[in-house]
């Protein structure tokens, strides 16, 4: 069972964000999360916005874009999680991506010119584009439901493009055609969510956990990833996710951005924790919560929270 924002922090969950407008995938993720089906839905223009939104306390948890299938990490969250005041992932949801070409009624495949969208969905549609409108236009919208909105016909010729790439629950919404259907480039495509909260309880371990952190190398020196990523391998943690981002500090300085399974309450990621705060310049914690697909962390040998236990139990008796 999920735990609410509310549950965690003790105090009223009643304000959801997500990358809006309505229709976006992240809604969709939203919808699929239990305890926000009850509770007011507010869209915002951006993921930095929703994220400073839930720092300012304008709402009370958000539903952000992290991670695809196809493109893999979702830069804009990265980033905004790795700055700032901190924020804890509570929960995610996993969305399956399928993409449509709407237009304005009456608009015909040699009208399009050019296709508004978001990145990653633009990303994830180049094939079907280059073969069936190799001369469009590409245009960068804040989302593919925005991208959606602009072509409504009641809001006016305001759209530079005349077909969009969304949802199909975004053309539905906003009046569109739907010219092709699932013009995505992989049928597999798969966008995770995750919920974003203020600082409070963690939910409690569940065997199938995930822990996000983002770690600071204290200098660029030979050895100094591999310093960092000894830390898992020797506790037997799988990493599930490794991606670098600049700080913005100076040319070639990275952070990284990591998933790893387990959860802060197992031995062997406690002891991943204080082995990196050691080798590290910074340790962000961003949250242990449950994994969307269920998946059971497996144990290796001589990692159990059992086998730690009996290790620190000897080493007591030696040092008496």
């Known amino acids: 069972m999920s735990l609410t924002p509310a549950q965690l922090s003790g105090t009223a969950t009643h304000r959801f964000g997500y990358l809006g407008p309505a229709g976006t995938f992240c809604q969709m993720a939203l919808d699929a999360w239990e305890p926000a089906q009850s509770a007011e839905q507010v869209p915002c223009d951006s993921v930095v916005a929703a994220l400073e939104s839930l720092r300012h306390g304008d709402i009370d948890a958000a539903m952000v874009p992290i991670e695809n299938s196809v493109e893999g990490g979702v830069s804009a969250t990265l980033d905004a999680l790795s700055v700032g005041s901190d924020l804890v992932i509570t929960g995610e949801v996993l969305v399956p991506v399928t993409f449509v070409l709407a237009v304005r009624p009456g608009t015909r495949l040699d009208d ?4 508004g969208t978001h990145p990653h969905g633009w990303a994830q549609v180049r094939t079907w584009m ?34 969009a790439v969304c949802a199909p629950v975004a053309a539905k919404i906003h009046s569109l ?26 939910p409690p371990p569940t065997g199938a956990d995930k822990t996000t952190l983002v770690l600071y190398q204290r200098d660029d020196h030979p050895g100094g990833l591999m310093e960092m990523l000894e830390q898992f391998a020797v506790r037997g943690v799988n990493m599930t996710r490794l991606e670098s981002r600049p700080t913005g500090a100076a040319m070639g300085s990275y952070c990284f951005s990591i998933d790893m399974e387990g959860h802060i309450a197992d031995a062997r990621v406690a002891e991943t924790l204080m082995g990196l705060k050691r080798v590290c310049a910074q340790v ?26 009996a ?8 040092r008496r």
């Open 112 to 115: 399009v010119r050019a296709v």
């Open 130 to 163: 280059n073969t069936n409108l190799p001369s469009a236009a590409y245009l960068t919208t804040l989302s593919t439901a925005a991208a959606a909105a602009d072509l409504d016909p009641a809001a006016g010729d305001i759209a530079a493009y005349q077909a």
């Open 311 to 318: 290790a620190r139990r000897w080493l007591e008796e030696l």
């Open 284 to 309: 962000r914690y961003l949250g242990s919560y449950a994994r969307a697909d269920g998946r059971l962390t497996r144990t290796p040998v001589g990692t159990s929270d059992a086998e730690f236990d």
């Open 177 to 202: 055609d739907v010219l092709a259907e699932d013009i995505g480039d992989n049928g597999r495509a798969v966008t995770r969510f995750a919920l974003v909260a203020p600082p409070g309880r963690t």
